[in-house]
């Protein structure tokens, strides 16, 4: 009876453990991650794009509409169509919304949340990552060459790759505002 009492308390021990380990794993990243510039021309493993992609479908949406189309582009030549300074091996996943949506839907905010959603997992998965509006309007000029599903338009696109980590893109990046700049709390 004493053994199996302690294994009780053990395993709850251990899983209460691990659930805390996650959460602070997903802060550190979030806290730590910053968007990646530089990659190596390792090809994205097909394992991890999945997971990243469940990680999108995962995401939150207003009045769980679930709006999203997610289009992944591995061709070379059309990631460089996008991304112009695209290395060998990386991946553009295309976040696109219903051209007409209903009254009240928040189509880019939701896509915005499945980008970010799948931009965690990937620097979870120790990738890197970096969110594109700018070519958008390229891209939906073009639906047809980049598969953008009938009756959509791309949102957002999602570079993803295997980080070169012989570049110091911590020390080299931007400064971030204070927090006390971007905070107002009413009590």
Known sequence: MKKLAFLL?????????????????????????YSARAYTSEPVSDKDIELILDCGVKAPSARNAQPWKFTVIKNGDLVGQIIRNATPGNVVILISGPESA???????????????????????????????????????ARKQDFQIPEGYRAVTALRIGHMDKNVDAVTAASPRKAK???????E
Do not use: H, K, W
């Open 180 to 186: 006390a700049e971007l905070v107002n709390v009413v």
């Open 9 to 33: 308390v053990f395993s709850l021990l251990l899983v209460g453990a691990y659930g805390q380990s996650a959460t602070n794993e997903v802060i550190n990243t979030i806290l730590n991650g």
């Open 102 to 140: 209903e009254q009240g839907m928040s189509v880019n905010i939701d896509c915005a949340l499945a980008t970010e959603s799948m931009f965690i997992a990937a620097l979870g998965l120790g990738l890197g990552a970096r969110i594109y509006t700018a070519p958008i309007a390229g891209v939906n």
